[in-house]
C-alpha cells in the first residue's frame, strides 16, 4: 500500500534537521547491530521458533541459532553450528516421533530450516531444536486437515501490513491467544522498509517513519534508516522476530505466508518501486556520495529486491520456491497452493515480482479535460504474470471442492473513488491503481473464471489497511444488484498496526465518513471498517465460510478517541462476523461470532 502521498526523496532530504537532531540518521551499520545485539540477548535461540506450509504429511520448522557473540543478524560473522530437532507427540517430549538433524552458518544468516515428512494427517505435534548444549523454546504445530473424503473443520487466521514502528503487536498477542486454529496466513507487509526519522510538526514530508507519536524511542526500527543492504533486511527481519508476541504467534500455530511490497520497499513493480532511486553505487552505503545524512545511494532494484528476497527466504518459515510444487513462471515462484479434505482449496498467489508499473487513474485528455486512464484497461499490463494468472485460473476452474480460498496481496473487488477534500472524481474512476483495478484485464479475466467455476470462490486480501466484506460482481456499474451476478466474495482483513483511514485522514468522524461514501458509490461492499487494526479469522463449513474481525481496544476504545496501538495493554476482541452462503456468491450478515471448531486435530500417537 502507498503510505504517502509525499515523493519519497523529497521526503528523506526533508528529515535529515530533524534526524540529525535526535542523533537517528548518524548511526553506522556496526550501531545499528550494536543496538540489535542490545535488543535480542536472549541467547542461541533469542529469535524464536516458527513452523509454516503444513500438509497433510509435513511441515517446515524454522529457527536462528546465534552460536557466538559476534554472530549478529547481518553480520556475515560466526562459526557454522550443527542443529538438532525432535517432533514429538507430547509437550514434554516423551514421545519423539522425528529427529534429525542440520547445519546453519552466515552464509545463511545462521537460519535453520527443516522440512519434517512421514507425519500423521490433522494431527498436532510439539517441536524443539539443539545445539551448543542449549534447547530451544518449545514451538506448537501441526498438519492439514487434508484426508480425502474426511471433512474436518477448518480455521485460521489472516493478517497483513505490520509495522513495528506503527504499534503494538497485539493482534499476534490474540492470535497467539487462541487455540481453535489451524494455521495463521499472513498476505504481506510482514516488515516495513521505512527508517526512524520522525517528521518535523507542521513540515509535510519530513520524515520517513510512521505511527504514533507517543512510541518514539520505545518502537523504533533498526536499523535506523531505509532498508536496502542485505545487511539491512537481515537485521529488520531480525528485530520484528525479537517481539514476543509475534513469537508467541508464531510458536503456536503452522504460518503461511507471502510477500508484499514492503518486503522489497513500497508499491513495488517489476523494475522498480515508488520507494526507489536508481543509483549506480551497488554497495549501498548508509550516506551516499554528494547524499546528506540519513540519504543513502539505494543502487540497482533489482539487485535490492534479490536482497531483499533473500532475507525473506532465510527469516520466514516458507519452503524454498524452487524445491516445491514447481509451475512454470518468472523470476522466483512464490505462488503454491494447499488441500483441505474434501472442503476446500487454498491458492496463495504473488502480485509484485512481476507486476507492470502503476499508472495514474486519470489522464489528461485530446481535449485538455481529465479522463480515465484507458492505460488501466491494457491487456499488456499484468499483476501477476501470466503464467501464474494461468495457473490460478486453471486451479479454480479444476477444482471439484465446494470452496476455492485465494490469499491475495491487494483489493480484487472494483472500488470506485469518492469526492474528497471538494475535489470530484470522474465517473468510472477508480480509489486505487496499485490493487486489481489498475490491471483491469488480468481481473477481468479472474472473474469470469470464477463464473464458470463449479467451486465457490473466496478471497482473502490485505494491503488495505481496514476491514471489508465484498461482493465480486462480473460487472461492476449501476445495474448491480437488481441485473448483475456476483461470481465469488472477498473478506479483507484489518492491518496489524500501519495507518488506516483514521490515521491517514486525521479523525474518526472522518473515516466514518469516507466509508459511507466508499459503500454509497460501491455497493457490492458490505461491510466497511477504516477505524479498527487487529485480524480476521475465518472459519470454513461445506455449507458456508464465515469471517470474524478482531479489533484491538484500549479501554474498550478500538481507536475512535483514542489510539490503541500505542497501548501494551490493549486486547484484541470480537467486532463483527460476515458469511458467504454456499452457491449465493454473495455476502450475508451481520451474523453472531463463530462458536466452537466442529472437529480439533488428533493427538499423534
Known amino acids: 500500500m502507498h503510505d504517502s502521498a509525499v515523493p519519497r526523496r523529497a521526503l528523506l532530504r526533508g528529515g535529515v534537521a530533524a534526524a540529525a537532531s535526535l542523533g537517528a540518521a548518524a548511526l553506522t551499520p556496526q550501531q545499528a547491530l550494536a543496538s540489535v545485539a542490545e535488543a535480542t540477548r536472549a541467547g542461541v535461540f533469542g529469535f524464536g521458533v516458527a513452523s509454516g506450509d503444513a500438509t497433510a504429511t509435513e511441515v517446515l520448522l524454522w529457527t536462528r541459532v546465534t552460536p557466538s557473540p559476534d554472530a549478529v543478524p547481518g553480520s556475515g560473522l560466526g562459526p557454522s553450528s550443527r542443529v538438532e530437532w525432535e517432533v514429538a507427540a507430547d509437550q514434554g517430549f516423551r514421545r519423539v516421533v522425528k529427529r534429525g538433524s542440520t547445519t546453519t552458518d552466515a552464509r545463511r544468516d545462521h537460519t535453520v530450516k527443516v522440512v519434517v515428512t512421514g507425519l500423521a494427517p490433522y494431527t498436532r505435534y510439539w517441536y524443539r531444536?539443539?545445539?551448543?548444549?542449549?534447547?530451544?523454546?518449545?514451538?506448537?504445530?501441526?498438519?492439514?486437515?487434508?484426508?480425502?473424503?474426511?471433512?474436518?473443520?477448518?480455521?485460521?487466521?489472516?493478517?497483513?501490513?505490520?509495522?513495528?514502528?506503527?504499534?503494538?503487536?497485539?493482534?499476534?498477542?490474540?492470535?497467539?491467544?487462541?487455540?481453535?486454529?489451524?494455521?495463521?496466513?499472513?498476505?504481506?507487509?510482514?516488515?516495513?522498509?521505512?527508517?526512524?526519522?520522525?517528521?518535523?510538526?507542521?513540515?509535510?514530508?519530513?520524515?520517513?517513519?510512521?505511527?504514533?507519536?507517543?512510541?518514539?524511542?520505545?518502537?523504533?526500527?533498526?536499523?535506523?534508516?531505509?532498508?536496502?543492504?542485505?545487511?539491512?533486511?537481515?537485521?529488520?527481519?531480525?528485530?520484528?522476530?525479537?517481539?514476543?508476541?509475534?513469537?508467541?504467534?508464531?510458536?503456536?500455530?503452522?504460518?503461511?505466508?507471502?510477500?508484499?511490497?514492503?518486503?522489497?520497499?513500497?508499491?513495488?513493480?517489476?523494475?522498480?518501486?515508488?520507494?526507489?532511486?536508481?543509483?549506480?553505487?551497488?554497495?549501498?552505503?548508509?550516506?551516499?556520495?554528494?547524499?546528506?545524512a540519513g540519504v543513502r545511494a539505494e543502487g540497482d532494484f533489482l539487485a535490492r529486491r534479490a536482497r531483499a528476497f533473500q532475507a525473506y527466504r532465510e527469516w520466514m518459515p516458507i519452503r524454498e520456491p524452487s524445491t516445491w510444487q514447481p509451475r512454470p513462471h518468472r523470476g522466483e515462484q512464490f505462488f503454491r497452493r494447499f488441500r483441505f479434505g474434501d472442503l476446500a482449496d487454498l491458492s496463495v498467489i504473488e502480485t509484485r515480482q512481476n507486476r507492470s508499473q502503476q499508472v495514474p487513474t486519470t489522464v489528461t485528455g485530446p481535449g485538455g479535460a481529465p479522463v480515465v486512464n484507458p492505460a488501466l484497461a491494457d491487456r499488456s499490463r499484468h499483476l501477476p504474470e501470466p503464467e501464474q494468472l494461468a495457473w490460478l485460473v486453471d486451479g479454480v476452474l479444476r477444482s471439484r471442492r465446494p470452496w476455492h480460498l485465494v490469499g491475495n496481496q491487494t483489493v480484487l473487488a472494483r472500488v470506485y473513488a469518492v469526492p474528497r477534500d471538494g475535489v470530484g472524481v470522474l465517473p468510472g474512476?477508480?480509489?486505487?491503481?496499485?490493487?486489481?483495478?489498475?490491471?483491469?484485464?488480468?481481473?477481468?479475466?479472474?472473474?469470469?473464471?470464477?463464473?464458470?467455476?463449479?467451486?465457490?470462490?473466496?478471497?482473502?486480501?490485505?494491503?488495505?489497511?481496514?476491514?471489508?466484506?465484498?461482493?465480486?460482481?462480473?460487472?461492476?456499474?449501476?445495474?448491480?444488484?437488481?441485473?448483475?451476478?456476483?461470481?465469488?466474495?472477498?473478506?479483507?482483513?484489518?492491518?496489524?498496526?500501519?495507518?488506516?483511514?483514521?490515521?491517514?485522514?486525521?479523525?474518526?468522524?472522518?473515516?466514518?465518513?469516507?466509508?459511507?461514501?466508499?459503500?454509497?458509490a460501491n455497493p457490492w461492499v458490505r461491510y466497511l471498517d477504516g477505524i479498527g487494526h487487529g485480524y480476521a479469522v475465518v472459519d470454513v463449513t461445506p455449507q458456508r465460510v464465515q469471517t470474524d474481525f478482531f479489533f484491538i481496544r484500549s479501554g474498550g476504545d478500538k481507536g475512535l478517541a483514542l489510539d490503541p496501538r500505542g497501548d501494551p495493554q490493549a486486547q484484541a476482541t470480537w467486532e463483527s462476523s460476515w458469511q458467504t452462503v454456499k452457491g449465493s456468491h454473495r455476502v450475508s450478515g451481520p451474523v453472531a461470532q463463530l462458536g466452537p471448531r466442529s472437529d480439533s486435530p488428533r493427538t499423534a500417537r
Not at 507519536?213 to 527481519?237: C, I, T
Not at 464458470?452 to 448491480?480: C, Q
Not at 444488484?481 to 456476483?486: C, D, F, V
Open 129 to 292: 531444536f539443539r545445539t551448543r548444549g542449549v534447547t530451544s523454546p518449545i514451538g506448537r504445530t501441526q498438519t492439514s486437515p487434508d484426508e480425502p473424503g474426511r471433512t474436518h473443520a477448518l480455521r485460521l487466521a489472516f493478517v497483513s501490513c505490520s509495522n513495528y514502528t506503527g504499534g503494538y503487536f497485539t493482534a499476534y498477542r490474540g492470535i497467539a491467544a487462541r487455540d481453535d486454529l489451524d494455521l495463521v496466513l499472513h498476505l504481506g507487509d510482514y516488515v516495513y522498509e521505512y527508517g526512524n526519522t520522525p517528521g518535523v510538526p507542521g513540515v509535510p514530508g519530513s520524515g520517513d517513519r510512521y505511527g504514533p507519536v507517543a512510541l518514539v524511542g520505545k518502537r523504533d526500527h533498526q536499523p535506523p534508516v531505509e532498508m536496502v543492504s542485505l545487511q539491512d533486511y537481515r537485521v529488520r527481519h531480525a528485530l520484528y522476530k525479537t517481539d514476543p508476541d509475534l513469537q508467541a504467534a508464531h510458536a503456536r500455530f503452522p504460518w503461511v505466508v507471502i510477500f508484499d511490497d514492503h518486503e522489497i520497499t513500497n508499491d513495488a513493480y517489476a523494475t522498480g518501486a515508488e520507494n526507489h532511486e536508481q543509483q549506480d553505487d551497488p554497495d549501498t552505503p548508509y550516506t551516499g556520495p554528494g547524499e546528506p
Open 429 to 520: 474512476q477508480v480509489f486505487n491503481a496499485d490493487q486489481w483495478d489498475g490491471y483491469q484485464a488480468d481481473q477481468a479475466a479472474l472473474l469470469a473464471a470464477m463464473g464458470r467455476a463449479s467451486t465457490d470462490p473466496v478471497v482473502l486480501t490485505g494491503d488495505i489497511h481496514s476491514s471489508w466484506a465484498n461482493e465480486l460482481p462480473e460487472r461492476p456499474d449501476a445495474t448491480y444488484p437488481s441485473a448483475g451476478r456476483s461470481v465469488g466474495v472477498e473478506f479483507v482483513c484489518p492491518s496489524v498496526t500501519s495507518d488506516g483511514f483514521k490515521e491517514v485522514l486525521g479523525t474518526a468522524a472522518a473515516a466514518q465518513a469516507t466509508t459511507a461514501a466508499v459503500q454509497a
